[in-house]
Nanobody, 121 residues
Framework: QVQLVESGGGLVQPGGSLRLSCAASGSISNIYTMEWYRQAAGKQRESVAGITSGGSTNYADSVKGRFIISRDNAKNTVYLQMNSLRPEDTAVYYC???????????????WGQGTQVTVSS
């Protein structure tokens, strides 16, 4: 089994910054694309940013130029540096990853439990 655990959420004022982390653990052979999603109250979950195992990245238009996704393959961890935060960035942020299990060799998609980010003065 594989687990994804997010951390780093919290309350921040508009214009501030936060750094989210998501660490994968368990029976891991390979981690492929890792992504951050978010879900605001009353809205659908949306993709924020993604990064491949080779380091190629993509971003939602709403966060381009403000958020940076990165990963440390040695630590099985993906990060989301969020700068110039706005009230509309308030949401629960979820980590998502495609992982090949080292025991079963099965490729599966996993979600973390989510971390709350609140941008408010």
């Amino acid at each position: 089994q594989v687990q994804l655990v997010e951390s780093g959420g919290g309350l921040v004022q508009p214009g501030g910054s936060l750094r989210l982390s998501c660490a994968a653990s368990g029976s891991i052979s390979n981690i492929y694309t890792m992504e951050w999603y978010r879900q605001a109250a009353g809205k659908q979950r949306e993709s924020v940013a993604g990064i491949t195992s080779g380091g190629s990245t993509n971003y939602a238009d709403s966060v381009k130029g403000r958020f940076i996704i990165s990963r440390d393959n040695a630590k099985n961890t993906v990060y989301l540096q969020m700068n110039s935060l706005r009230p509309e960035d308030t949401a629960v942020y979820y980590c998502n990853a495609y992982v090949r299990d080292s025991s079963s060799w099965k490729l599966s998609n996993y979600w973390g439990q989510g971390t709350q980010v609140t941008v408010s003065s």
